[in-house]
């Protein structure tokens, strides 16, 4: 009787071993990123080019020919800045709620909705009128990204350049872990005086021509986590019980079948 009651106990637990495996097992569809059988991207979501917003700091350099004509145009700015840029200190000008800075001489000028390019344009006709032959030297101090959930080193990422994509976001904070929704990965952006919401799905290639595919400044990208990771990290209090519980069927089952 002991060895049949051994033999019975033995064959559960492998049983539970099996079933825990199965669904444990993740189908290779919810993890592989870009998947389908085209073997080039036709177009990768268009020409991309960073939009002045209002809140952006802006360094604004005005070189020439005479220096000292320009001198008065590259006054140290009393702005502080932490990113990539912060160590050039350059003049720094907070675009405000209208979309204007304050330019030396200038005065009030309106940037917000321009690119980068139209802004260096514009700031040159403008400054034609003071200094022969300007020269203008514009970049976006403030340009970020956060990047939460169920990534390896989730925060918020200064960038030095303009043009990043969600997958460069998701490379700086160490990929997804292996518990992260890999095909509906949300990105909150700023539109406005709206946050849209947009889902992107990395197992396609339709990720490729997404509107989110590049990123803009102050984007929040958030990875849920996936069903298995919720159901790990609900409480100890009921981690237990469901463990009684289990125990408790077990010890009925085999009660059962060794009468």
Same mark, same amino acid.
């Given at each position: 009787?002991?060895?049949?009651?051994?033999?019975?106990?033995?064959? $559960?637990?492998?049983?539970?071993?099996? %079933?825990?495996?199965?669904?444990?097992?993740?189908?290779?569809?919810?993890?592989?990123?870009?998947?389908?059988?085209? =073997?080039?991207?036709?177009?990768?979501?268009?020409?991309?080019?960073?939009?002045?917003?209002?809140?952006?700091?802006? @360094?604004?350099? +005005?070189?020439?020919?005479?220096? &000292?004509?320009?001198?008065?145009?590259?006054? /140290?700015?009393?702005?502080?800045? =932490?990113?990539?840029?912060? @160590?050039?200190?350059?003049?720094? *000008?907070?675009?405000?709620?209208?979309? *204007?800075?304050?330019?030396? +001489?200038? #005065?009030?000028?309106? $940037?917000?909705?321009?690119?980068?390019?139209?802004?260096?344009?514009?700031?040159?006709?403008?400054?034609?009128?003071?200094?022969?032959?300007? #020269?203008?030297?514009?970049?976006?101090?403030? *340009?970020? +990204?956060?990047?939460?959930? !169920?990534?390896?080193?989730?925060? =918020?990422? @200064?960038?030095?350049? !303009?043009?990043?994509?969600? $997958?460069?976001?998701?490379?700086?904070?160490?990929?997804?872990?292996?518990?992260?929704?890999?095909?509906?990965?949300?990105?909150?952006?700023?539109?406005?005086? /709206?946050?849209?919401?947009?889902?992107?799905?990395?197992?396609? /290639? &339709?990720?490729?021509?997404?509107?989110?595919?590049?990123?803009?400044?102050?984007?929040?990208?958030?990875? !849920?986590?996936?069903?298995?990771?919720?159901?790990?990290?609900?409480?100890? %209090?009921?981690?237990?019980?469901?463990?009684?519980?289990?125990?408790?069927?077990?010890?009925?089952?085999?009660? $059962?079948?060794?009468?």
């Amino acid at each position: 009787m002991k060895i049949h009651f051994n033999q019975i106990f033995i064959k $559960l637990i492998f049983l539970i071993f099996i %079933i825990g495996f199965i669904s444990s097992c993740v189908p290779r569809e919810r993890i592989v990123y870009f998947q389908g059988d085209s =073997t080039t991207i036709e177009k990768i979501a268009g020409d991309y080019a960073a939009v002045i917003r209002p809140d952006d700091l802006l @360094s604004i350099s +005005v070189f020439g020919r005479n220096q &000292e004509a320009t001198r008065i145009f590259n006054q /140290e700015s009393n702005i502080t800045t =932490t990113g990539s840029n912060a @160590s050039l200190n350059r003049p720094t *000008y907070l675009v405000d709620a209208e979309g *204007y800075i304050e330019f030396p +001489v200038l #005065g009030k000028v309106k $940037l917000s909705g321009l690119t980068r390019n139209e802004a260096i344009q514009y700031m040159k006709g403008l400054l034609s009128q003071e200094i022969v032959d300007p #020269g203008v030297a514009i970049s976006i101090d403030n *340009y970020r +990204v956060t990047v939460l959930g !169920e990534v390896s080193r989730p925060g =918020t990422y @200064s960038l030095a350049h !303009e043009k990043v994509t969600l $997958l460069e976001a998701l490379g700086m904070a160490g990929d997804l872990t292996i518990n992260g929704v890999r095909d509906n990965v949300l990105v909150i952006r700023e539109e406005g005086d /709206e946050k849209n919401l947009y889902r992107v799905d990395l197992t396609s /290639e &339709e990720v490729f021509t997404s509107p989110v595919f590049y990123l803009t400044q102050n984007d929040v990208v958030y990875v !849920e986590p996936n069903q298995n990771k919720i159901n790990t990290s609900s409480n100890t %209090i009921r981690d237990v019980s469901f463990g009684i519980s289990v125990a408790s069927f077990l010890i009925t089952i085999i009660t $059962l079948l060794t009468r």
